[in-house]
């Protein structure tokens, strides 16, 4: 049964930073393309950041580049979000995902985290 869990969000200031991660049970993490993607009350879900399988490459949304790193550790089949910098649009529900292309599109990812929230205050 494939499991990914999400934690390490919460409640900071704009400014701020938090690192979420999402620690995966039932699959190879080293065989896929890992995501996180956020969906804010009355949005659709967006993707933010994509890892390679091999982290060759890594893709990020226009609106936080610069400010939010994605990595991967393999051996202990996690990934991670760093996120610096923290603006009230960030407020969103942040879900962790796996699947075949590295590509900020949701309908790419086919395992999904239940999502853990991430609440910035200006």
């Known amino acids: 049964q494939v499991q990914l869990v999400e934690s390490g969000g919460g409640s900071v200031q704009s400014g701020g930073h938090l690192r979420l991660s999402c620690s995966v049970s039932?699959?190879?993490?080293?065989?896929?393309?890992m995501g996180w993607f956020r969906q804010a009350p009355g949005k659709e879900r967006e993707g933010v950041a994509t890892?390679?399988?091999?982290?060759?490459?890594?893709y990020y949304a226009d609106s936080v580049k610069g400010r939010f790193t994605i990595s991967r550790d393999n051996a202990n089949n996690t990934h991670y979000l760093q996120m610096t910098n923290l603006k009230p649009d960030d407020t969103a529900m942040y879900y962790c995902?796996?699947?075949?292309?590295?590509?900020?599109?949701?309908?790419?990812?086919?395992?999904w985290g239940q999502g853990t929230q991430v609440t910035v205050s200006a």
């Open positions: 039932g699959l190879t993490v080293g065989s896929y393309a």
């Open positions: 890892i390679e399988w091999n982290a060759a490459n890594a």
């Open positions: 995902a796996a699947g075949t292309y590295a590509f900020l599109k949701a309908e790419l990812f086919n395992a």
